[in-house]
């Protein structure tokens, strides 16, 4: 099997190999930016006249570029949870769902965060069982 030998660094660990970086206005969309920049009033001022026209779909590009569209907001809500296992918590974030308590998506956002802290729990017992393992296997 080959080695492989890694040529040597030309900086130091946590330094960039090129400090001062691509230098601003050089990729291709500034260049389109540039190419443009003195007909974007024009551009502007035709779709507007459209949207006024009654194009509907300049009206709507520019509606959806100058009043985004609202996102559904859902009110934080407290919720103590039982300090038993992961399995009591998730039994507990449903019962609230099903009682009106708590919003579905906050139940969901709040199964998702158990699910993931029962993985990480799970990775660090497995964790200590190997150093168990290893520790009880090096001293026999």
């Known amino acids: 099997m080959a080695t492989r030998k890694t040529p ?3 900086w130091k660990p946590g330094q960039s190999g090129n400090p001062k970086g691509r230098p601003p206005g050089v ?5 389109l930016r540039a190419a443009i920049a ?3 009033p024009d551009i502007l001022q035709t779709v507007v006249t459209a949207a006024k026209g009654g194009d509907t779909q300049a009206a709507r590009l520019i509606l959806e570029r100058v009043l985004p569209a609202l ?5 934080a809500q407290a919720l103590t949870l039982p300090d038993g ?3 009591d918590q998730g039994r507990a974030v449903l019962a609230s769902v099903a009682s009106g308590e708590l919003a579905p998506g906050q139940g969901a956002q709040l199964m998702t965060a158990i699910g993931t802290l029962a993985r990480v729990a799970e990775v ?9 393992l290893e520790s009880k296997h090096a001293n026999a």
Do not use: F, I, Y
Not at 27 to 31: F, L, Q, R
């Open 8 to 10: 040597p660094k030309a």
């Open 71 to 75: 996102k559904a907001v859902e009110p």
């Open 27 to 31: 990729g291709d969309v500034s260049k």
């Open 38 to 40: 003195v007909d974007v």
């Open 85 to 87: 296992s992961l399995t």
């Open 124 to 132: 660090e017992e497995l964790a200590a069982r190997v150093a168990a």
